[in-house]
């Protein structure tokens, strides 16, 4: 909680700050009031995301987007970030299959994994063939993250929702759940 409001009130002021300078310079000082850098900040804001959901700018960022596919260096780094934000800002069932639990080999242990790919036409065989999938293996916090290529066997499914699942991975296996109320539930302990 202290970390959100921390960031809240850090951007309050920041919109303050920024925005509240630049209608000093062009309002007059009987129109200006504190918080009004604030006000149209947050009005800013609101205006962006309904002009992002107009037809005519959704065409307009496909063409500059195409345009920075075309960039050697810059397509790269783009791509990767635009996956990141789609696989983290909901639309994480179209990326990932279902959460399973994967059996290292030679090992008692277990880790949790998402199917990120059951074809592998078009690929080189190299990578998998009608019994192989792709599955993806995050660390905890996010730090970073595997893809494995391994047998059908080598998994099971696991009786999570996808939320759930990554959940219970990013944080280490702290929260797995959300209860009613909709904070984390505690995992229960062995």
């Known amino acids: 909680m202290v ?4 960031l809240v009130l850090w951007l ?3 919109l303050e700050a920024v925005l509240g ?4 310079l ?5 129109l200006y009031l504190p918080g009004l850098g604030l006000v149209t900040g947050v009005g800013l804001i609101f205006a962006l995301g309904l002009l992002m959901r107009a037809y005519v700018v959704q065409g307009l960022l496909q063409w500059v987007e195409g345009w920075m596919q075309r ?3 810059v397509k790269t780094i783009h791509g990767m970030v635009r996956d990141v934000t789609r696989l983290f800002s909901g639309e994480i069932h179209e990326r990932f299959g279902e959460a399973v639990l ?3 080999p030679g090992l008692d242990a277990r880790v949790v994994g998402f199917i990120t790919r059951e074809d592998f036409a078009g690929l080189p065989a190299a990578l998998g ?3 192989t999938i792709a599955v993806y293996l995050p660390m905890s916090y996010q730090i970073g993250g595997y893809t494995l290529m391994l047998p059908r066997e080598r998994v099971q499914p696991l009786d999570l929702s996808l939320e759930d699942a990554m959940r219970y991975t990013l944080t280490a296996g702290v929260s797995a759940r959300k209860d009613e109320r909709g904070d984390s539930a505690p995992s229960p302990r062995p």
């Open 3 to 6: 970390v959100t409001l921390a």
């Open 12 to 14: 309050g002021n920041t």
């Open 21 to 24: 300078g630049l209608l000093k």
């Open 26 to 30: 062009l309002l007059p000082d009987t």
């Open 71 to 73: 960039i050697p260096v």
């Open 102 to 104: 994967v059996t290292l």
């Open 129 to 131: 063939d009608r019994d």
